[in-house]
């Protein structure tokens, strides 16, 4: 399987952290700029923690930055959904440019994730794991893969009720689906084109909304 292989098991993280150093160098300003927009809207805590399914079956801790409001997973359940009331005026910028998931460049950095490589999932979930899909735990989990790139619109896929049902029903099986098959490809070539693919799909979220927010102005 490809991910016994050596870029997987060593190359790979090799890559993740000259990346990051590299990445973070340039992305501190928006570290402090962020922080300080959510402060003001909504206080303390800037980050947003909870613990997923990690590599070798290790439970790690996710970190985001905040965009719903305080104890939003005592209010709701774990899936987003449509124009979801828990989330923030910033957090709703935050999620449709995928800024808040700058802050897992400092988890690839400490080698707790990988740029690219299976979207890490809830525990209730990966511990459903089964067969082949065992093999998502047998590469570090990243900021972005082939679910990442397919799901970018989720919340308008599972709606604005029952988005956790929605989500178990139309999205987890298929996400798994596409979270072993990055397992099976893992290589260079996948993950450039992955990293290429996903700049892409952000970019035309990131403006689509924004030229949304244009004309509704």
Known sequence: M???????RYIKRILDFVVTVIALLFLWPFYFIISILIIIEDGFPVFYRAKRGGYKGK???????RTMVKNADKIGGGTTALN????TKIGNFLRKTKLDEIPQIGQVLLGKMSIIGPRPELLQYVE??????????????????????EFINLDEIVGGE???EMYEKYVLKRKNELRVKYAHSVSFTTDVYILF????????????FILKKEHRG
């Open 128 to 149: 459903q794991y089964e067969g082949e899909e065992k093999d998502i735990l047998q590469v570090r989990p990243g900021i972005t893969d082939y679910s990442s790139i």
């Open 84 to 87: 979801d009331p828990r989330i």
């Open 2 to 8: 490809a991910f016994d292989g050596i870029y997987n």
């Open 59 to 65: 439970t790690f801790t996710i970190c985001k930055f």
């Open 197 to 208: 693919k996903t700049l892409a799909a952000v970019f035309d979220k990131g403006l689509g």
């Open 162 to 164: 029952n988005a956790d």
